[in-house]
């Protein structure tokens, strides 16, 4: 070669690359919901789901009896929509597509093959026991989930009056 250089190789871009969106974490949607909920000024907490660390195993295990597996994520007393509470489980944006996916499979609970779709089965048992019972609960991926529960409970209390 002439000037003594060295060929390179130029570099192929990799076709199957796709820019991915960074995953949304569970708890970072749960802190917006919650701090915009007090925000507004409604009473609302962080129902501790995780159970019992159990440091002989080096993990969190079942809590005692009286626990309800399922149990939602947050709690919330509206404090212009009396006398409703609502339960909300929180959800990444994948796992509530997956949820709306295939709600009727986990509800039902049978060929339950993954821990992921045991969790959602509890979760989904527990939401629509609250439901049967004339409460409020839902998933909730986002802020807009939270609005529309509130805009529906409100004017079911209008309808009440």
Same mark, same amino acid.
């Given at each position: /070669?002439?000037?003594?250089?060295?060929?390179?190789?130029?570099?192929?871009?990799?076709?199957?690359?796709?820019?991915?969106?960074?995953k949304?974490?569970?708890? =970072? @949607? #749960?802190? #917006?919901?919650?701090?915009?909920? %007090?925000?507004?000024?409604?009473? =609302? !907490? $962080?129902?501790?789901?995780?159970?019992? !660390?159990?440091?002989?195993?080096?993990?969190?295990?079942k809590?005692? &009896?009286? #626990?309800i597996?399922?149990?939602s994520?947050?709690?919330c007393? +509206?404090?212009d929509?009396?006398? +409703?509470?609502?339960?909300?489980?929180?959800?990444?944006p #994948?796992?509530?597509?997956?949820?709306?996916r295939? &709600?009727?499979?986990? +509800?039902?609970?049978?060929?339950?093959t993954?821990?992921?779709?045991?969790? /959602?089965?509890?979760? @989904? %048992?527990?939401?629509?026991?609250?439901?049967?019972?004339?409460?409020?609960?839902?998933?909730?991926?986002? !802020?807009?989930?939270?609005?529309?529960?509130?805009?529906?409970? $409100?004017? /079911?209390?209008?309808q009440? =009056?």
């Amino acid at each position: /070669m002439p000037g003594g250089g060295v060929k390179r190789a130029r570099k192929k871009k990799d076709p199957g690359f796709q820019f991915q969106k960074p995953k949304v974490l569970e708890g =970072a @949607i #749960e802190k #917006e919901i919650l701090y915009r909920l %007090v925000f507004e000024g409604h009473k =609302a !907490w $962080k129902n501790p789901t995780r159970g019992k !660390w159990n440091p002989k195993f080096g993990r969190f295990s079942k809590g005692d &009896y009286g #626990e309800i597996r399922g149990a939602s994520d947050l709690i919330c007393v +509206w404090k212009d929509i009396s006398p +409703w509470v609502t339960f909300i489980e929180v959800k990444t944006p #994948e796992e509530h597509e997956y949820l709306l996916r295939h &709600y009727q499979k986990l +509800w039902v609970g049978l060929n339950l093959t993954t821990e992921r779709q045991v969790r /959602m089965h509890f979760q @989904i %048992v527990f939401v629509e026991e609250v439901r049967s019972l004339g409460g409020s609960a839902i998933f909730a991926s986002k !802020w807009d989930h939270v609005t529309l529960e509130k805009e529906r409970l $409100k004017s /079911m209390t209008l309808q009440k =009056a």
